[in-house]
């Protein structure tokens, strides 16, 4: 087949700051999924785009060429609304295992297509993989089904089927240096999220030093690029910025923040959780027309909780199992008396990682049981000696590794100001 352009005159384009068109985005990404663009040639294009940007009738039109690259989901035929949440991803960051069966609670179908972690930040996949049975890959009959006749909510694996260019390209991306580029995250979020056909989306863009984001601005420029880019594919899309300068809650890890989440399914949980979660939940119900649905009495009163167990017993899972217990833990303790002042998120999200609760390369296995239990958070008093958080992982050997990420991440002393929500900003 004779090819419409030669990439190498599109990277010359783009390295040059030219705008590209239409066709040419068209054909980059169609190229690149049949193989005709090389990796080597798409990593200069993307960092071509890293370093010089692209105006938003380019993100727009890149990220349909993604869509157009496979299959598109529709829930139409459920004949009910359907809203989805999307996290760029952070340290504790579970929200998605309260939020979905939550929303559902109320006849709204939560199809939530989740990605395994790479790196510091948990995967949803992998924290239900601790609860024996549970199975991630569904097919799209299941998946159909579920959200129909079944509990209303699905937390499973994206088929290979949506938007298999992005799939490619964020690999490319990860090993390239070019992951945090306003233009490619929203493009890959927003690609996937249009062709999963939900008609609504809420998206909690994290901001600090455990999220891609470590400044207000340009989360919020992303948030605007992506709100933008949902909207104008008909989506009801809002964004709330979070903070991620710390962890979510008290729990991080695998097996950890399923205890956490069951914690916050039967009426209790840390504040920040439930603040986030009730958050989400009420911009998700008001997309779904319905804004005075009375959340926290269905977390108190367990009628989410009895969604969440319908939603693992569909998935296969035993909601009522013993979840796996690490076979070594390890106290940090405090080391001297004062107010805890810092708890980086960032510096946890890797100390966690490092126990083995995520994974460095793809298709690595992950420990269930592997992450970490806090007992302190910013503001609260220390005493010195006292437990700040327990480390829990299969093998011992990981222990000092985990300890050399936690140096400068915690700070005992010092100024602090008491954030006054999680929840920084909204855009609409
Ligand atoms: N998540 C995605 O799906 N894509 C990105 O580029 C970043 C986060």
Redesign the pocket.
Known sequence: MTEKFDVVDIIRAKRNKDKLSLDEINWTIDAYTRGVVGDEQMAALAMAIFLNGMDREEIAQWTQAMINSGERMDFKSLGKPTADKHS??GVGDKITLPLAPLVSVYGVAVPQLS?RGLGHTGGTLDKLEAIPGWRADLTNEEIMHQLGKGCGAVVCAAGSGLAPA?KKL?AL?DVTAT?DCIP??AS??MS?KIAEGTDSLVLDVKVGSGA?MKDIDMARELARTMVDLGQDAGLITTALLTDMSTPLGMKVGNAPEIEESVEVLAGGGPADVVELTLALAREMLTAAGQPDADIEEALKDGRAMDKWRAMIREQDGDPDAPLPVAKHTHDVLAEEDGTLTKLDALAVGVASWRLGAGRASKGEAVQLAAGIELFKKPGDTVKKGEKLMTFHTDEEGRIPRALESLEGGIVIGGEYTARESVVLDRIS
Do not use: E, N, P, Q
């Open positions: 760029t991803g990605g992005d964020y991306r992951v490619l995250i890959s979020i996937k891609f």
